[in-house]
């Protein structure tokens, strides 16, 4: 695959089809905060699928195990509501993923560093002024970035990613002796605007965003790849 054709693709129309991601993750914020007052107090009692479901994401999301009828008041909603939020979360990162891919020029060059980032904005200003610069033509030029750049700094950012995922998971701990941990467990726990707000509205949309970023740089490297071998396979057809 070659770079031309690697840009008619990130290029296509589909990805273009979302000019304000910052909207429709405002409407899934929303979705969210009436959400948080809709959930039954006995959702997983009353539909086993839902508790199947549930005892499924507890294998790999350890805060739901510490969420019990010792420690909230409402330990299904509580359940019920991260599940749902989780899959909220992965609608979210789609729309990041496509906002990201939509402007290689004003956004991706400046959040994006992979494998194929082998420039790098000379004007860190550039992300805010750019926009403002674009109708006249007068973006920020590019410098170049070495291979150690791309490939170190793409490697934190996966790492980043995976930690994002992990503080998420393990959002507080009711026996930690961590002040702040015990809060945001306390947070979760509380339902309510509290519950909406430090989990749903802030942490994992963050979080989402952050995965966004991730996927686009594992997308890279799975360019390359595809490059090198494609390399191979003309060498010995």
């Not at 693709?9 to 304000?20: A, C, K, L, S, Y």
């Not at 809709?38 to 999301?61: A, E, R």
């Not at 402007?103 to 750019?130: A, E, M, V, W």
Request: hydrophobic residues 50%.
């Amino acid at each position: 695959m070659n770079k031309n054709h690697y840009l008619q693709i990130v290029g296509h129309p589909r990805f273009r089809i979302i000019t304000n991601p910052w909207l429709l993750v405002g409407y899934i914020i929303l979705v969210e905060l009436w959400l948080v007052f809709q959930i039954p107090n006995s959702i997983i009692s009353d539909f086993k699928l839902f508790k199947l479901v549930d005892n499924f994401f507890q294998l790999w999301v350890p805060i739901l195990r510490d969420v019990t009828e010792d420690t909230a008041e409402f330990p299904e909603v509580i359940h019920a509501y991260i599940v749902i939020t989780i899959f909220l979360m992965l609608i979210k990162i789609v729309i990041f993923f496509i906002w990201l891919n939509s402007d290689r020029d004003g956004i991706y060059r400046f959040l994006i560093i992979s494998p194929l980032t082998n420039n790098k904005p000379s004007d860190g200003d550039g992300f805010l002024l750019d926009p403002l610069r674009k109708e006249s033509g007068r973006l920020t030029s590019n410098k170049g970035r070495s291979w150690f750049s791309r490939v170190g700094w793409s490697f934190l950012i996966i790492f980043f990613s995976a930690m994002g995922l992990t503080v998420l998971f393990n959002f507080g701990d009711p026996n930690s002796s961590s002040i702040s941990r015990r809060e945001n467990f306390d947070d979760l726990v509380v339902g309510g605007i509290n519950l909406w707000f430090y989990w749903a509205a802030t942490t994992a949309t963050f979080v989402a965003f952050l995965q966004a970023i991730s996927c686009c740089v594992v997308r890279d490297y799975c360019i390359v790849c595809l490059r090198f071998f494609d390399s191979i396979r003309s060498k010995f057809s």
